[in-house]
């Protein structure tokens, strides 16, 4: 052979495969199902887990040398809230993943689909938008009651005609055809609280054709919350479905030994049979919008005419005498002890002042020269406000944590670090549970918090390839320290990035490496696929 094709000859020659595409080594494995950890080696190919064991002696293209950290599942947050922040800016997702977090529940009264109009009308149209931006994290949707309302019905507080309800009913099917994974409410926000109990049952009915679930921001969370949870069971029941409340909450101060019968009534229902879950956030105070401190049927024309009401000093009268005598709704003033220093105003619109961010309304009212009630509806009136409520104890957290079936949530959006302001559950839910309630407080064990954030969510919404590790399953994972994992984001700081996970994987690709956000776009649209494997 002639050294010039003998030359061409041995650069043709493929050199050897490497075998695997990611390898850690030196980790110690929690699977996920709650059994405890072992030590164990990960080898990643096309995207799954492809070896575990030792594997120091095998080739990767990147290895990780993960002594002292734990591999773990990656975390799945059950109210994500939306996918659409992922679409104007991927770094969004940054508040997501640094948290360990590769998988987002996307949807509660509002979701992105049905629309009438804009890039998008229905989710296998705003689920190809996504797969053609592309994703650094996985997104699973809900179809949200109230979307679904306020695109046949509008705003208006009515019952649906018999012809609106079949409409109603399919556009939920066709969000199910779609892939969502269930249908979800929010029954204290209009137009969702309009919702009767028998027009949720008939879109639940339609939801459990296709294997889905029923997910709830209940009608009350707090002096009712029994009978929402009743309500909430009963629609399980007669639309043949799986339940799971989001954020269960006993809030205020009188409501808080509400909690243990509340577990125990979703016990019971477990005992007989009904499939029931919760997620919780390790927060003490909630959030939510303003207007929210006004009764919801103020809102029955819809929101914009009721805001230019509030210019009329007899409105804000009548107002405030309802809203500190009345408490046949949820009424969030109550729950704070009528106390304006206990709520916190967490971000403004654009606007706003940006001075009253991280200020409780007491204060915000002194900086302006002015009383609290004034302070209160000049901030409704101007729309776009979101609060921070003290109204939760340590004790409801702690019981609600020790429920084998509470996961864990952000209830919070994908949210840049630069943005103007949120909850610092935003940024730092997942490693608060690591931090506070297992190594600090020691509510759960380090196996038992990681279901909660991985298995368990999985089970919940059918995504039965998700949330653990074994052999063939997507690689979906997160290496932390359990010494040092902590949150960092507070209540005046709430944009600030946790410690102690410096990687995420989404399946099988980096999307954290050391710290950083990296390009990749490993994440995917997870459409529920009744028998899914």
Request: aromatic share 6%; with cysteine; proline share 7%.
């Amino acid at each position: 052979m002639r050294p010039v094709t003998l030359l061409l000859f041995l650069l043709t020659i493929p050199s050897p495969a490497q075998d695997f595409d990611l390898l850690i080594l030196g980790g110690r494995v929690v699977d996920g199902s709650g059994n405890p950890w072992f030590r164990a080696d990960v080898g990643l190919r096309d995207g799954r887990i492809a070896a575990l064991g030792p594997l120091a002696n095998r080739s990767a293209r990147r290895t990780l040398h993960a002594p002292g950290l734990v591999v773990a599942p990656g975390f799945l947050d059950m109210m994500g809230t939306s996918s659409e922040p992922l679409l104007a800016d991927r770094n969004s997702a940054l508040s997501k993943l640094r948290q360990g977090i590769t998988t987002i529940l996307a949807g509660e009264g509002a979701s992105a689909a049905p629309r009438t109009s804009g890039d998008w009308r229905t989710f296998g149209e705003y689920f190809a938008l996504l797969e053609k931006t592309g994703l650094p994290l996985n997104v699973v949707h809900n179809v949200g009651a109230a979307q679904v309302r306020r695109v046949v019905i509008g705003e208006e507080n009515r019952a649906p005609t018999p012809d609106q309800l079949a409409q109603m009913r399919a556009h939920v099917e066709q969000a199910m055809r779609d892939g969502v994974v269930g249908l979800s409410t929010a029954l204290i926000y209009p137009p969702g609280t309009y919702a009767s109990t028998d027009e949720l049952v008939e879109m639940a009915k339609v939801a459990a054709r296709y294997g889905g679930v029923y997910l709830t921001h209940m009608r009350n969370e707090s002096g009712a919350l029994l009978d929402a949870i009743r309500e909430s069971i009963e629609i399980g029941e007669k639309g043949g479905l799986p339940v799971h409340i989001f954020h269960l909450k006993a809030a205020g101060q009188d409501n808080w030994p509400l909690i243990h019968k509340a577990i125990q009534l979703i016990q019971g229902a477990r005992e007989r049979g009904l499939d029931v879950t919760a997620d919780i956030y390790p927060y003490l105070r909630n959030g939510l919008g303003i207007g929210s401190l006004v009764p919801p049927r103020h809102y029955a024309a819809g929101t914009e005419p009721f805001l230019k009401t509030l210019r009329d000093p007899k409105v804000r009268a009548g107002l405030r005498q309802e809203i500190e005598t009345t408490a046949n709704w949820e009424n969030w003033y109550r729950h704070v002890g009528q106390n304006w220093d206990n709520i916190l105003v967490a971000q403004v619109g654009p606007e706003g002042d940006k001075r009253f961010e991280g200020k409780s309304v007491a204060a915000i009212a002194k900086l302006r020269a002015t009383d609290p009630w004034t302070a209160f509806f000049d901030l409704v009136e101007q729309g776009n406000v979101s609060v921070n409520p003290l109204s939760m104890n340590e004790e409801q957290k702690h019981a609600a944590l020790r429920a084998e079936w509470v996961s864990v949530c952000t209830d919070a959006p994908p949210t840049l670090p630069t943005a103007t302001g949120a909850h610092p559950r935003a940024f730092g839910s997942f490693p608060r549970l690591l931090s506070k309630y297992v190594r600090e407080d020691r509510i759960l064990t380090l196996e038992g918090a990681v279901r909660r954030m991985t298995s368990l969510p999985a089970n919940t919404l059918r995504l039965y390839d998700r949330g653990r590790i074994a052999l063939g399953l997507p690689a979906d994972l997160v290496l932390f320290d359990p010494l040092r994992v902590r949150d960092t984001a507070t209540f005046t700081n709430p944009l600030s990035l946790p410690e102690g996970l410096p990687y995420v994987i989404v399946n099988g690709k980096l999307a954290i490496d050391n710290g950083s956000l990296t390009a990749e776009n490993g994440g995917v649209v997870l459409r529920l696929r009744p028998g899914r494997q």
